[in-house]
Antibody, heavy 117, light 112 residues
Framework: EVQLQQSGPEVGRPGSSVKISCKAS????????MNWVKQSPGQGLEWIGW????????DYAEKFKKKATLTADTSSSTAYIQLSSLTSEDTATYFCARGDGGSPRYWGQGVMVTVSS | DVVLTQTPPTLSATIGQSVSISCRSS???????????LNWLLQRPGQSPQLLIY???NLESGVPNRFSGSGSETDFTLKISGVEAEDLGVYYCMQATHAPLTFGSGTKLEIK
């Protein structure tokens, strides 16, 4: 069974960074890209970017290029997103989702990030 | 970026009623490989999104066949033939033909 288990909720101070994990199981981690999606409170879905764990290659939406850094550890089948220079605009739930030929078939449970001083 | 315009923004339906949601793209979603990467997702309250339909009309495994997708190029439709209580939530179309991936603004389905 494919599972994406994300880390727990985070609270970050303005200007700091947080790093969220997404541990994959039930499939070969390097066979699929991992997408990351942001959902601000009460809002819709925004694609942040994806990482190909096999090669470490990434692609980002323009607005997230200076905000998010995607990495992957193939030894632990875990994908990460680091969010830097946090502001109130970064308060949101962040999802990882396995990319199956353009379709986000499997999703993590989401991680709530709260930016607060 | 591709803009996906979903209508209506909200939908109220009775159990058993059939409903449709429209998704219009600002540009053709037909890829050079011949596929059209237009998907439909449902996000139930408090849950992660789930894939319902991929590549316009392909029903995801385990999804009831009361859900169906149709369309081409720039105009797409999700139909629910006989709404059930568990169908409440927000429906999103999303495209993966053009980078960056983009989502529609969502359609909230309420049960009367």
């Amino acid at each position: 069974e494919v599972q994406l288990q994300q880390s727990g909720p985070e609270v970050g101070r303005p200007g700091s960074s947080v790093k969220i994990s997404c541990k994959a199981s039930g499939y070969t981690f390097t066979d699929y890209v991992m997408n990351w999606v942001k959902q601000s409170p009460g809002q819709g879905l925004e694609w942040i970017g994806w990482i190909d764990p096999e090669y470490g290659s990434t692609d980002y939406a323009e607005k997230f290029k200076k905000k998010a850094t995607l990495t992957a550890d193939t030894s632990s089948s875990t994908a990460y997103i680091q969010l830097s220079s946090l502001t109130s605009e970064d308060t949101a739930t962040y999802f990882c989702a396995r990319g199956d030929g353009g379709s986000p078939r499997y999703w993590g449970q989401g991680v709530m990030v709260t930016v607060s001083s | 970026d591709v803009v996906l315009t979903q209508t209506p923004p909200t939908l109220s339906a009775t159990i058993g009623q059939s409903v449709s949601i429209s998704c219009r793209s600002s540009q053709s979603l037909l890829d050079s490989d011949g596929d059209t990467y237009l998907n439909w997702l449902l996000q139930r309250p408090g849950q992660s999104p789930q894939l319902l339909i991929y590549s316009v009309s392909n029903l995801e495994s385990g999804v009831p066949n009361r859900f169906s997708g149709s369309g081409s190029e720039t105009d797409f439709t999700l139909k629910i033939s006989g709404v059930e209580a568990e169908d409440l939530g927000v429906y999103y179309c999303m495209q993966a033909t053009h980078a960056p991936l983009t989502f529609g603004s969502g359609t909230k389905l309420e049960i009367k």
